[in-house]
């Protein structure tokens, strides 16, 4: 691990990187006014049990250190939402992402792919976030919502303004709201306004997209109001492309960092699919999740009070010497592998077969067309800031 961490210069922010943590499952953070979730099994019990721990985060953040609703809603944001709220709107795109509309989608993948390679080796060099591990899923989210994907500078502009982001989260600052997290409202104005207009368009001109599905959806005998159908399809925008993005960088990452396990997957292609579980399991994109508890609870030995924010971080989780054995290994022959890279339960990740089969033709168009997966030793790895989030932003390959 320290190899890896040196090599790369991974941020002391991601701790679970450094090497095995020490302490307890569950412990309370003084200064941030937060309890964090550290082990497998109570990470398990947290986004297992929806009734006690509400994904309604925003309802136990003080006042002063959020935004106003005019400026930021989350309304029809899925991950906001508990049942049984939660469960009719999930429904309604559920239909898109199910197994057979998502394998349909791989020959145009492999296509995008295609397409994007060409015009890199056009330009004689190859950063694999900007010409293909961001493009591909944006791409394809977009295809599918509806919007222009000739648009992604835009997207990519707004996803880097939300959630890049180096500060980590407190909710006992005193004072004004967190300078980043103003910085972040002009550009969700910017997504909301944007998105806005094509949900306009599509209730004068329906189009076979989602944004029409969404635009047309009922819940309760009712259509879905302009703001819901906007937030829904921000998150089916966002969601839809960065763990796509980051699973590919994290994973070309893996196989630079372990050359042996990279001649077994090129000798192998059927690896494929477990180098990629392996991938989200070592460096698991988002890092960590919130809830808010409904009601006192006992986890990991501990008592956590109603009312109170709980950071569960899937990173430590996957790294649970409890649960994984050899957990700071890169392990291609790990089976079972039950990681919670995807959440688990009923927010579990709508678009996890989606971001599993782009990652999976992307990996194996690569290891076709390039001798070799190599980073440029001249030109560093860069890591993207936020303490709750494991991908690279830049990774510029020999």
Not at 32 to 59: F, I, K, L, N
Not at 188 to 203: F, G, P
Not at 276 to 293: D, G, K, N, Q, V
Not at 331 to 344: K, V
């Amino acid at each position: 691990m320290v190899d890896i961490v040196q090599r790369y210069n991974v941020p002391s922010r991601h701790a679970w990187l450094h090497g095995p943590r020490t302490g307890a499952p569950v412990e309370y953070d003084t200064r941030a006014g937060m309890w964090h979730v550290y082990g497998y099994h109570e990470a398990q019990q947290v986004v297992g049990d929806p009734a006690t721990y509400s994904s309604d985060t925003m309802r136990v953040i003080p006042k002063h250190l959020l935004p106003s609703p005019d400026e930021l809603s989350l309304e029809g944001f899925l991950t906001q939402i508990d049942p049984p709220e939660h469960g009719k709107l999930r429904k309604l795109v559920s239909s898109a992402f199910t197994r057979k509309v998502v394998a349909d989608l791989e020959p145009r993948i492999a296509e995008v792919a295609h397409e994007l390679l060409d015009a890199a080796a056009d330009r004689g060099r190859f950063e694999l976030v900007t010409d293909l591990a961001y493009p591909l899923p944006v791409i394809v989210i977009a295809e599918l919502l509806g919007v222009p994907a000739g648009d992604r500078a835009l997207f990519k502009k707004w996803a880097d303004a939300l959630f890049q982001r180096d500060a980590e989260f407190a909710i006992k600052e005193t004072g004004r709201p967190d300078a980043e997290l103003q910085a972040a409202i002009e550009p969700w104005k910017e997504m909301r306004d944007y998105l806005q207009a094509h949900v306009t368009e599509r209730r004068e001109a329906p189009r076979a997209d989602l944004i029409t599905r969404l635009v047309q959806a009922e819940v309760d005998g009712r259509r879905l109001p302009d703001a819901q159908v906007v937030n829904f399809a921000m998150l089916l925008l966002l969601a839809g492309h960065i763990t796509t993005t980051m699973l590919l960088g994290n994973t070309v990452l893996c196989l630079d960092a372990f050359p042996d396990q990279q001649e077994r997957v090129r000798a192998d292609r059927s690896l494929i699919p477990a180098v990629i579980e392996e991938s989200l399991r070592y460096l698991t994109p988002f890092a960590a999740l919130a809830r808010s508890t409904v009601r006192e609870v006992e986890l990991g030995g501990v008592t956590i009070p109603a009312d109170q924010l709980v950071m569960v971080w899937l990173a430590w989780a996957n790294r649970d010497p409890l649960q994984f054995a050899d957990p700071h290994v890169f392990d291609l022959g790990r089976d079972p592998n039950p990681h919670l890279a995807f959440g688990r339960g009923i927010h579990f990740c709508l678009g996890a077969p989606l971001a599993r089969l782009e990652g999976r033709v992307a990996l194996d168009i690569l290891l076709d067309r390039r001798k070799e997966l190599r980073s440029d030793p001249d030109d560093p790895v860069e890591f993207i800031p936020t303490p709750s989030m494991t991908g690279v932003r830049r990774l510029p390959l020999l």
